[in-house]
Structure formats: C-alpha cells, structure tokens
C-alpha cells in the first residue's frame, strides 16, 4: 500500500481523482493527510467529507513559509508516509524540506515542462502561440518545475482557446495522468536514475490510457 500525503491550496480536483483510483480499487493505497497553506481550500473539505485527515497549517501563525514546512514535516512524520503528491499546491517547498523529508515528492504540472514553467502556465502556453501543450507529472527538486519528468499527456491548444478552455482541456488529462502515475509509484515500477525516469511496463500492453 502506497501511503500518500496529499499536499493542495484549492479547489482539489487532482485530489478527487486521486482518491476515485483508490476507491476503484486501482491504486493500492492511501492518503493518509491533505496538508493544506488555504485554511478554506475546498480540498480540505473534501478530505472531511471522506474522513481523511485534513490538516490547515497557516503560514503566517508559523512565521512563513519555512515555519509551515517544519510544522508540515512534524505532522508528516506523526502519521507516516512513502510520497507527498502536491496537487494543486501553490507554494515552492524549500531544498530543506526536500532533504529533510528524504523520500519522493512528486508534482503535476499544466504544462509539458520544460516548456512554460510557474504560475501561469496555460496563459503563458497561449501567448506563445504554441500548438500542443498539456500536463506534466515530476518528481520535485530545488528549482521550480524542474525536476525529472515522469509521465506527461499533450493536448492540442486551439485558435480560439482562452486560459479557461485550454486549463479544462488539460485538467481532463491531470484526473487520468495523476491516478495512473501513483499506481505506477505502488506497483514499484517507477525507478529514477540520474536526472530521467524508467517506467517497468511489464506487461505487453502500455500502461496508459
Ligand atoms: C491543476 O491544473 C494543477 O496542474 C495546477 O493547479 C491546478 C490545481 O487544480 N498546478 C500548478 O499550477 C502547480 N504549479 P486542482 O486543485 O483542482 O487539483
């Protein structure tokens, strides 16, 4: 069982899909917490309702945002984990906490990185003007969006695309990719050597959808 801390400031979709593939029976495992920055994050309130531990830490009560990677990596080692999966989760965590949690983090992404890293990722993917983008899942290193590429979806970016068509085509991807990756992650099939990533497909079909 793959044990998951689930890290979201929003809206939690990512979340919901997460906890869909567990539910089906797919992905053998666990979300242990949903450690949240947004003390109204619906993301929180899902987990309530599905009676996973949902824990606010403020930032501001904790002195920034080094604090509430302290106070997170108490929580965190209270309960146990084998990943953090960050959905959603806007803030940058800090090389400590990188190295002071020591095991995978992983991160979805908007965007077929390396192309259109940060905030914005479908707006800066429209202005570019470019033809495809989609979503990217990495494990997370000390730069931001940086780290090594474990699967990624793309779809197509249209003339007439606005930020909100574009994020609701791709988001449609980041619900199946997200799932996919963390079963992959329990079946022990995900190996990362050096900066890139080998995925065990051992059976004859592809894994993804
Ligand atoms: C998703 O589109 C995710 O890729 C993006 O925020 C959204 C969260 O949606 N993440 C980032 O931009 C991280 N830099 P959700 O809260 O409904 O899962």
């Not at 980041?174 to 963390?182: A, N, Q, S, T």
Request: aromatic share 8%; hydrophobic share 40%.
């Amino acid at each position: 069982m793959l044990e998951i801390i689930i890290f979201a400031s929003g809206r939690g979709s990512n979340l919901m899909a997460i906890q869909e593939e567990i539910e089906s029976g797919r992905l053998k495992g666990n979300i242990r917490a949903v450690i949240s920055n947004k003390e109204d994050a619906p993301a929180l309130s899902f987990a309530q309702s599905k009676g996973i531990n949902a824990i606010w830490i403020d930032p501001k009560a904790e002195g920034g945002r080094r604090g509430f990677e302290r106070k997170a990596l108490q929580e965190i080692g209270r309960i146990g984990s084998d990943c953090i999966a960050l959905a959603g989760y806007m803030l940058i965590l800090s090389g400590e906490f990188i190295r002071d949690y020591g095991k995978p983090i992983l991160n979805i992404h908007p965007a077929l990185l390396p192309s259109f890293p940060g905030a914005t990722a479908q707006k800066d993917a429209i202005e570019y003007g470019v033809k495809y983008s989609g979503c990217t899942v990495h494990f997370v290193d000390e730069g931001v969006d940086t780290g090594p590429i474990i699967a990624q979806r793309a779809v197509p970016v249209l003339d007439a695309d606005d930020v909100e068509s574009l994020s609701a085509r791709i988001l449609a991807e980041e619900h199946k990719l997200y799932p996919e990756v963390l079963t992959l992650m329990a079946q022990g099939r995900i190996h990362l050597i050096d900066h890139k990533v080998y995925i065990d497909l051992l059976d004859e079909r592809n894994y993804f959808r």
